[in-house]
């Protein structure tokens, strides 16, 4: 039995807490009540008017991969028109928006904490369509997986913002989407409606609630994925492999190159609630597809004292360091549809703002992950980048508090 009553579940037993009206719905796989029903089949049975589904990243059933979308079509257990966003403009949006012709756009999808995994802007990107075109906006909320009494590393620069990071958040931001909702409407002015989830408190991880996890993407299996993400995540701005196309997508880091230095010098640093295990994996798809690599394995032991971010930048620093002539950085993609990932996080829809790119169309990957060029910059001077991520701290710093919802 669950112990947290999410957004959806208390709509579901109180329909007027949308306010009636017409009802376009973003969801995905995660959109679930505790007992595993699809959110649009509960809303529907409940009475509300639900009238169109909006598709993000991976697409509404979660069958595609990181970096595409779900073609726009009718959702066979519904029969809603389910229309694609993913790597829609502002213009496209809009005119997705007003084709619907729906009163209220409706957002329930799981996040999970992490500024570069893109449910977030999209979710961002719908709430300036809704403002422009004068449509209510409202986000049945969800906890926080990672718990919400910690935010980890740097504010993003808005000059590298991108799909993968549209504000001035920090990289772990510790809110629910529905506080993240009520930050950036300072700056959107949307109608905004969150119906915040009753029961959690910010001390409560995942495992806490009771509420079932549901894969929000296709490599973020586990809550363990989840809580190494927002360092390990970072790998994907460079050559080495961040576990795509294994079992521990990025628990598992590596590189044909590697060797038995990278673990014990890591396991040297007694970085945090964290040990790390010498691995060989061979990744079926994406970075070195079909080779064995070598890296390691995060055994996070302290989930309360783990800082995956100040992991992160020491796991780059020490693989740049051991390796100089082969570390490689990977330049990023200002649109949807190439390996740099994303959402596990690509830099998203073109025309929205992808990062400077200097003398080069497209910028370096770990620029618009990292939210600067700092990160990048640091490791390539030879210095330690532990020193750009500043001490964790409570979101109500970052925030200023008013956007918070819970205890």
């Known amino acids: 039995m669950s112990l947290v009553r999410t957004g959806i579940e208390r709509v579901v037993h109180d329909p007027g807490l949308l306010g009636g009206g017409r009802i ?58 389910v229309l694609d966003t993913y790597g829609a403009g502002s213009a496209a949006l809009d005119e997705l928006v007003e084709a619907a012709k729906v009163d209220t756009l409706v957002f329930d999808i799981a996040d999970i904490g992490t500024r570069f995994y893109t449910y977030v802007w999209t979710m961002y990107d719908l709430m300036a369509s809704a403002a422009r075109l004068g449509v209510r906006f409202a986000v049945l909320d969800r906890p926080n997986p990672l718990g919400g009494t910690v935010a980890e590393g740097p504010l993003l620069d808005p000059a590298f913002a991108s799909f993968v990071g549209r504000a001035a958040i920090p990289l772990r931001h510790g809110l629910t989407a529905g506080e993240l909702a009520r930050h950036v409407n300072r700056s959107i002015g949307a109608d905004l409606l969150v119906v915040a989830a009753e029961g959690w408190r910010r001390d409560m991880p995942h495992a806490a609630t009771g509420l079932p996890w549901v894969m929000p993407s296709a490599n973020m299996p586990t809550p363990d994925t989840a809580l190494v993400y927002p360092g390990t995540g970072l790998f994907e701005g460079t050559n080495l492999s961040e576990g795509r196309g294994t079992t521990r997508p990025f628990e598992l880091v590596g590189a044909p190159y590697l060797d038995e230095r990278f673990a014990a010098g890591l396991n040297a640093l007694e970085l945090p609630g964290v040990r790390f295990r010498d691995a060989w994996f061979t990744p079926a798809f994406r970075k070195h597809a079909g080779v064995a690599v070598r890296g390691v394995q995060l055994h996070v032991h302290d989930a309360g004292a783990f800082r995956p971010v100040l992991t992160g930048v020491a796991m780059l620093h020490l693989a740049r360091s051991l390796h100089p002539e082969e570390f490689a950085w990977r330049r990023g993609d200002a649109g949807p549809g190439e390996e740099t990932g994303q959402g596990e996080g690509n830099a998203g829809p073109a025309g929205d703002g992808a990062g400077p790119a200097g003398e080069n169309a497209r910028p370096y990957f770990t620029d618009l992950l990292w939210g600067s060029d700092s990160l990048r910059r640091v490791l390539d001077a030879g210095d330690d980048p532990r020193g750009l991520c500043p001490p964790p701290c409570h979101p109500e710093v970052w925030t200023g508090g008013d956007p918070l919802l819970y205890p």
Not at 44 to 51: E, I
């Open 24 to 81: 376009g719905l973003v969801t995905n796989p995660t959109g679930v009540l505790p007992d595993l029903t699809p959110g649009v089949t509960a809303l529907l049975s409940a009475g509300v008017p639900v009238t169109a589904l909006f598709s993000p990243e991976h697409g509404v059933r979660g069958a595609a991969q990181d970096g595409h979308g779900e073609a726009a079509g009718t959702d066979p257990a519904t029969g809603l028109p």
